[in-house]
Structure formats: structure tokens, C-alpha cells
């Protein structure tokens, strides 16, 4: 197949559920003639919880899934996933992969004044040392917080970001973190950003927050720049999404993780 074939394909972008939208917004704005393949593993939601061993089962689905799609870039836009399973896909997809921990981390090194930086995510992300041991990687000296946030995912999903039940849930995961007085708070899950009012109510202005949106995306453009993956194509880029199981309120939440509507949306059945 030829480059300029290549490059006309679309990105593949997979999730557990709804979170990868928030990188797909950002990719739109910064590379709005790519066209998108997004999938959401919303059968086997959340992957916070599971074992590395089924996490990695269902990233080479979803990969595999993508990759019979004709994508040219694979995009691993879940935390546990990165964390799990980023290098193992590497070695068994045909098509480049990115991955949302290593990009957030090189910005958090390069942003923070004390050293001490904290990372949220779920379970199976800190659990996976994953962030920890890149941060350790850029600078031994660093001190590192983690803190699983189990809880903020469903938060997420159900829309409840911004009542009582989200701000008791907040605090009492983060004011322990608050009193390590972290001057970075990686957030280390694809949902978490739409939690950022939220969090910023609880920690205050003196801690940075952290997304893997923008670092990420740059990673994405970058490595098209780098392997001459750039489509040539006029006219803003398709977007197609697809789920595993039915979208229940993944289209209303989705849409304000995106920005737009949301109207190319299918289920399919994994095998």
C-alpha cells in the first residue's frame, strides 16, 4: 500500500467508554482534516477494576477491531489500558501506537517547581505503578503521590459532576492528596477532565491540573508528522463511532465531552 493511501485513513481511537472523546475534541481542533474510528468498550466497562490480564484481552480486541478497519494509527486513550497493555500492543499490532501516560508525563517533568507531583486514576492504573515509574525515569529525584479515584469514572458516565455527591466523592479522595502539597495533579483517566471544575473547587489554585488531552494530541500529530501519515485530503475528516454495547446516555454525556453531536454511532459484537 502506498503512503498516500495510508495517509488517507482514519485514526483509531479506543476506550473503555466515553472519556476518549475528550482527546478526539481536541484532535479535531488541532488536525480537523483527519478523519476518526472511535471505539468504546462500553460492554466491558470500567477496566479500572479489572485484572492486567483481561485489560490486555480487551485492548487486542478493540485493536484488532480498528486495525480490520483500515486504521493508520492506533490510539490507546485509556489509562488502564496505556498502563496495562501500551508496550504489549506494540509488539502485536501492525499499525503505530500511542498512548496517553507517556505524553502527560514528559509535560508534567517539564512543568513542575517543587518535584512533588501527584497522579489520580483508577484502580488498575496506580495499582500498575505505570506513572510513577516514567516520572521516576525523567528524575529520581521527584516525589511522587498517588491516589486511586474509583468512583469518578461512574461519576462520569452518569453525568453527576457537578451536585453534592460528586463534591463528597472528590474530597474524599483528594484532601489527602492536597495535604502532600503537590504543586502537578496528574490526571491520569480520560473521564477525569470533565471532573476539573470539581477538583479545582476542592484542591484551589495552587496545584496545576494535568490531562492527557493536549499532550497527547501533540503525540498524535507528531508521530504522523514523523512517519509521513498526514492525509492529503481537502474538507474537515469523517468521524464514526462505535460501541459495544447499547449507548444508554453515552450520547448525551458524549456530546459534552466532544463538543458536537454525536451521529455516526454504531454497535457491533466483538468476537
Given amino acids: 500500500m502506498s503512503a498516500s493511501i495510508r495517509a488517507r485513513k482514519p485514526i483509531g481511537v479506543f476506550d473503555s467508554g466515553l472519556g476518549g472523546l475528550s482527546i478526539i475534541r481536541e484532535v479535531r481542533k488541532i488536525l480537523p482534516r483527519e478523519s476518526i474510528a472511535y471505539f468504546g468498550d462500553l460492554a466491558h466497562l470500567p477496566y479500572g477494576i479489572k485484572s492486567t490480564e483481561q485489560i490486555r484481552q480487551f485492548s487486542l480486541q478493540n485493536a484488532d477491531f480498528l486495525v480490520r478497519l483500515g486504521v493508520k494509527l492506533l490510539v490507546v486513550a485509556c489509562n488502564s489500558s496505556s498502563s496495562a497493555a501500551f508496550k504489549w500492543l506494540q509488539r ?4 503505530p501506537v500511542v498512548d496517553v501516560i507517556q ?3 514528559r509535560e508534567a517533568a517539564k512543568v513542575t517547581r517543587t518535584g512533588r507531583i501527584a497522579v489520580i486514576g483508577t484502580s488498575a492504573t496506580i495499582e500498575s505503578g505505570a506513572y510513577p515509574r516514567a516520572l521516576l525515569e525523567l528524575n529520581r ?3 511522587i503521590t498517588v491516589q486511586p479515584c474509583p468512583l469518578f469514572v461512574p461519576l ?3 453525568g453527576w459532576r ?3 455527591i460528586a463534591e463528597s466523592v472528590v474530597k474524599k479522595y483528594l484532601i489527602p492528596v492536597k495535604n502532600k502539597r503537590p504543586d502537578v495533579l496528574i490526571l ?3 473521564h477525569y477532565p470533565l471532573l476539573k471544575p470539581m477538583i479545582r473547587k476542592v484542591l484551589g489554585p495552587g496545584i496545576r491540573l ?3 488531552v493536549k499532550p ?3 503525540e498524535i500529530k507528531s508521530t504522523l508528522i514523523r512517519l509521513g501519515l498526514q492525509t492529503g485530503q481537502r474538507g474537515d475528516g469523517k468521524m464514526h463511532i462505535y460501541l459495544s454495547d447499547r449507548p444508554r446516555n453515552f450520547i448525551r454525556v458524549g456530546e459534552q465531552f466532544l463538543g458536537e453531536k454525536l451521529t455516526h454511532v454504531h454497535q457491533v459484537h466483538l468476537s
Fill in 216 to 218: 497527547a494530541t501533540e
Fill in 92 to 95: 502485536r499490532v501492525p499499525v
Fill in 156 to 158: 462520569v458516565e452518569e
Fill in 188 to 190: 491520569g483517566c480520560t
Fill in 103 to 105: 505524553p502527560v508525563v
Fill in 210 to 212: 494535568l490531562d492527557a
Fill in 162 to 164: 457537578h451536585d453534592r
Fill in 141 to 143: 529525584r521527584f516525589q
